[in-house]
């Protein structure tokens, strides 16, 4: 049984300084069907203020918030290379908006995940894809940590804008929220009650992948990866297999990068 959950957050009466969450979010995504989505915040934590950007520094310290920047993983697919695909972010940077890829490993990362439909998914990904290449605005990320931030206009973003923005898009935030006024603390409180996962869920799904992998290879299954990149279990026996000493699987052991 899916469970979902609809929530208002308390906001300020000034209309520029509306966020709201307005969502049905899944808490349960693995559970989802056919239909189902997901999309994964991913906040930065400050590991000290000498080695961050100055603005991001200020930004952390206006907001008391370990959080200097935020980026926004849609759907949960991977390459070749396990890493985090369709990451929406931009930095202040002559890149700007960008879609691209992460490791998932960072320790100084922390991962939100939120169910949603795959419609509410695909239209996310077709308006971060319209938002390529977007300048940075280091005045909109000023504004947004004082009383006067500015109305989002789409021409221009800074991290919690452009995250919010996608958000709002895809169902995900109130209509009547000013993207603007985001903030990496602001979302992280938000949606922080209500994630699905509240850990990294690419890592957690390299665990259970491995989980099975070794599940498997002591039934004496195989578990083949084809040419399409998908993995199909084998219905022949890959020979007698001894459980360890120990008796328990091995852990797994990631190094950040």
Known sequence: MITQTRVYANVSESSNRVIRMNTNINRYPWRMNDTGGSCTLIFHRVQSFNTEHIVNSIAAFATRSNFAHVELAIGTDSNQTNQITNVCRIFN????????????????????????????????????????????STTAMIRSITSCPRKSTGQSYFCAELVASVLKEGGLMDKSSNPGSATPE????????HAAVTGNPFTLRCIAEQAQQEHLEMMGLGLTTHTDGISRLSLHRTGPVKASKSGRFQSLRLNPV
């Open 93 to 136: 940077d002559h890149v700007g908006a960008e879609l691209t890829q992460r490791t998932g490993r960072n320790p100084s990362f922390v991962y939100l995940q939120l169910g949603c439909s795959r419609a509410q998914e695909q239209q996310m990904l077709r308006f971060a894809q319209s938002t390529i290449g977007r300048p940075f």
């Open 186 to 193: 602001s979302l992280y409180r938000l949606y922080s009650k």
